[in-house]
């Protein structure tokens, strides 16, 4: 993802505002991780986890007629997992102390999630450069940029050959 960089400096700049945070994490909706600060914690497993409870907010909030998933809050013996939505397509999870101010976490819970939102999708609108492997071998070329020209045949009476995509019937009409 091109985003990448630019959402861990938000998960960074989050956790620096809120002490208490233990880790953050942004994944897509089907549980792919994105970006992680998690330390001592398996971000894959968070990812996932937080898609199948996703899963069943989504349509819990649905079943109620609350209208779209916003958030999620899960209180620990020893602390909270709050979940997210950024955007439509990514979620962003942040586990935190027991003693965090609960308004605080989400507060900038849902600051960086809008901000997370934006980047994911600024990042699915710009192209990626696909690197294509030139005549040669060699990745120089990005599939973005046109393609060299074809070289076109001239017979040896000096006329063009048609294009090799015309038929007969387009290079009789042509001719006339």
């Not at 209180?75 to 955007?87: E, K």
Request: no cysteine; glycine share 10%.
């Amino acid at each position: 993802m091109a985003a990448e960089a630019e959402v861990l400096d938000e998960l960074h700049r989050l956790r620096a505002r809120v002490p208490q945070l233990t880790g953050a994490l942004a994944a897509s909706v089907d549980g792919l991780v994105l970006a992680q600060d998690t330390p001592g914690v398996e971000p894959e497993g968070v990812a996932a986890l937080t898609a199948a409870a996703l899963g069943v907010a989504v349509r819990l909030a649905d079943a109620t007629s609350q209208g779209d998933f916003r958030e999620l809050l899960v209180r620990g013996t020893d602390g909270y997992v709050a979940t997210y939505a950024a955007g439509s397509s990514a979620v962003l999870t942040l586990l935190a102390e027991d003693a965090v101010n609960v308004g605080r976490l989400h507060l900038e819970g849902r600051r960086s999630s809008s901000r997370i939102g934006e980047l994911v999708e600024e990042a699915a609108a710009r192209p990626e450069p696909v690197r294509t492997r030139s005549p040669t071998g060699n990745r120089s070329r990005a599939a973005t940029e046109p393609p060299p020209p074809l070289p076109t045949r001239t017979p040896r009476g000096g006329a063009r050959t048609p294009a090799p995509n015309t038929t007969t019937t387009e290079r009789a009409g042509k001719s006339r």
